[in-house]
């Protein structure tokens, strides 16, 4: 099989390469991490707005691994091997879990992506991402100024819808407030779930406007708690999954007994 190398960053071992989705045009788009150790503050970090890196980045290319033509940073650009032709949206941290949404009236029929990104100890983000997007690390973290690294009174960074607060819960070293992304099966797709590795519960956020609206577990060994859930699918009955890892080691079902599918 034909094999395409880029030089992706990895100064660590954390914040490397998140994951992988296929849009329905076939393109692939990926989250890479700023490649910077999370403990404490680094100069690395600023790659996140460098287009000649792919550090802190989401990619999108085709199944040979150049760009896409339809590029948003440097459009007149026609050599597709070029990096900042195949840089979809800019300024992440850990973008650990990402989502494909459907378009929307600001994607002009591109993909629409829901990005977790993993916080600097204080805010975590859920993200809805559009081609050219500067998120904003690190000098903002969704609508908070980063304050290792900025003046607040700079420039830039948090362009795009970004939820902090509610939606997103604080966390600490080793989970993530956003483990998972799954879009609710009804046909608006009215609602996101975030399962919430930090504070162990599923949170219900509407996806229109970022409000949570519920959400259900809490720490524990029982059934319907979790211990650091870490995965999370939800099938076309609005039946949702999790799973747990460390010593949780179980998958649980929670069946949908309401008419939220309507």
């Given at each position: 099989?034909?094999?395409?190398?880029d030089c992706?960053?990895?100064?660590?071992?954390t914040?490397?390469l998140?994951?992988?989705?296929?849009?329905?045009?076939?393109?692939l788009?990926?989250?890479?991490?700023d490649?910077t150790p999370?403990?404490?503050?680094?100069?690395g970090?600023?790659r996140?707005y460098n287009l000649?890196?792919?550090?802190?980045k989401?990619l999108?290319v085709?199944?040979s691994?150049?760009?896409?033509?339809?590029h948003?940073f440097?459009?007149?650009?026609t050599?597709l091997?070029?990096?900042?032709?195949?840089?979809?949206?800019?300024g992440?941290?850990?973008?650990f879990?990402?989502?494909?949404?459907p378009?929307?009236?600001?994607?002009?029929?591109?993909p629409?992506?829901?990005i977790?990104?993993?916080?600097n100890?204080?805010?975590?983000?859920?993200?809805?991402a559009?081609?050219?997007?500067n998120?904003?690390w690190?000098c903002?973290?969704?609508?908070?100024w980063a304050?290792?690294?900025?003046?607040?009174?700079?420039p830039?960074?948090?362009?795009?819808?970004?939820?902090?607060?509610?939606?997103?819960?604080?966390a600490g070293?080793?989970?993530t407030s956003?483990?998972?992304?799954?879009?609710w099966?009804?046909?608006?797709?009215?609602?996101?779930?975030?399962a919430?590795?930090?504070?162990?519960e599923i949170?219900?956020?509407?996806?229109?406007?970022?409000?949570?609206?519920?959400?259900?577990?809490?720490n524990g060994r029982?059934a319907?708690?979790?211990?650091?859930v870490?995965?999370?699918?939800?099938?076309?009955?609005?039946?949702v999954y999790?799973?747990?890892v460390d010593?949780?080691?179980?998958?649980?079902?929670?069946r949908?007994?309401?008419?939220?599918?309507?």
């Amino acid at each position: 099989a034909d094999v395409a190398y880029d030089c992706i960053p990895s100064d660590s071992d954390t914040h490397g390469l998140g994951e992988i989705v296929s849009a329905p045009d076939g393109s692939l788009l990926l989250s890479v991490g700023d490649a910077t150790p999370w403990q404490g503050q680094s100069t690395g970090s600023f790659r996140a707005y460098n287009l000649e890196s792919y550090a802190g980045k989401i990619l999108r290319v085709d199944r040979s691994g150049h760009g896409i033509a339809q590029h948003p940073f440097c459009p007149t650009e026609t050599d597709l091997t070029r990096t900042c032709t195949k840089i979809w949206a800019v300024g992440l941290r850990n973008a650990f879990r990402i989502t494909l949404l459907p378009a929307d009236s600001k994607s002009n029929g591109g993909p629409v992506l829901a990005i977790g990104n993993v916080g600097n100890f204080t805010t975590e983000t859920l993200t809805i991402a559009h081609a050219g997007d500067n998120i904003g690390w690190p000098c903002w973290e969704g609508t908070y100024w980063a304050y290792a690294y900025a003046d607040p009174r700079a420039p830039g960074g948090g362009i795009s819808t970004a939820w902090g607060g509610p939606a997103m819960k604080a966390a600490g070293p080793g989970q993530t407030s956003c483990q998972r992304l799954a879009i609710w099966p009804d046909p608006k797709q009215t609602y996101l779930l975030s399962a919430d590795g930090e504070n162990n519960e599923i949170r219900i956020i509407r996806r229109d406007d970022g409000s949570v609206v519920g959400s259900f577990g809490h720490n524990g060994r029982n059934a319907g708690q979790f211990h650091w859930v870490h995965a999370m699918a939800v099938d076309k009955q609005g039946n949702v999954y999790t799973a747990e890892v460390d010593t949780g080691k179980r998958i649980q079902k929670f069946r949908l007994t309401s008419d939220a599918l309507k």
